[in-house]
């Protein structure tokens, strides 16, 4: 197949999965979806962004050649020259986002379920695209699952060495937001997440001009609707403070986790009743 047929075929097994699997529902409404219909973008292994990341995020952020020979077990030398980096978006069902509008102080229980359930889908997804991949006899890895993958902190707060939003830029699907989020034509309110392979695809065109692109607060100094709707104060015009926002979705949101039967809760306030909910405002 060439690089548009595989495109055409990754895009029909990644949407009927999303479509089929038992894991993107509810748990306790199995006739409501967690997410809408994935958004798939593409980016090439080898582009020059996915080094500055090492400055931008931490120098032990990897590259996609890093990502996927350490899922290999091989030194990046032995990792075939063209890669490519698949990325997703998982737009959060309507009923979902409806129900965190009402909120001020904690997430809804269905933002709650989303955030724990959906995650796990989310994996289910990045097993299921790197299985395909390899049945098709390409390599491929999700970073995200690998067990290499680790979260660490420092004085401005946590950070990772695989961001799922920041391959999603790569990929052309959105820009960056005054509250850390990442806005997508379907909006800030999703999940994301990526596979690196030698299966290669037709790029994506990242077309935004900045890395803010999407964001009123950037694009006009207008909006500032996630500040007010952070009851953490962790967002400002100076942007947003991560260890205040860990600090309450893991520290004072924990009783959540008993009362909703989620081992992680989330809070998601500030990405429900803005303007970039559902949708790039600046379009």
Known sequence: MNEKDNAL???????????????NRMPDAPEHSIFEMPLIGYAAGDDPLFETYKMVIAPTHLIPREALALALHKTPAEVPEKLAVISWILPIALETRVSNRA??????????????????????????????????????????IQPYFKTVSNEKGPYSNWSERHAAYAAGLGTFSLSDGFITDKGIAHRCGSVVTDMTF?????????????????????????????????????????????????????????EYQVGNPGCGLCQTKVPCEFKNPVK
Not at 9 to 23: N, Q
Not at 113 to 142: I, M, P, S
Not at 250 to 258: A, D, H, S, T
Request: glycine content about 6%; some cysteine; overall charge positive.
């Open 202 to 258: 037709p790029l994506s065109y990242r077309g935004a001009k900045t890395a803010f692109s999407n964001c009123l607060f950037y694009a006009d100094g207008s909006c500032k609707k996630c500040i007010s709707r952070c009851p953490a104060g962790a967002i400002t015009e100076q942007g947003h403070d991560k260890i205040k926002c860990q600090e309450y979705a893991y520290g004072k949101l924990r009783y959540l986790r008993e």
């Open 103 to 144: 909120e001020k102080l904690v997430p809804s229980r269905l933002w709650a379920n989303t955030r724990w359930y959906g995650e796990k889908f989310n994996d289910a997804l990045r097993n299921f695209v790197v299985q395909r991949l390899n049945e098709k006899g390409y390599a491929a890895a999700a970073p995200a």
């Open 9 to 23: 075929w990754l895009e029909k097994e990644i949407k009927e999965f999303a479509a089929s699997s038992p894991l």
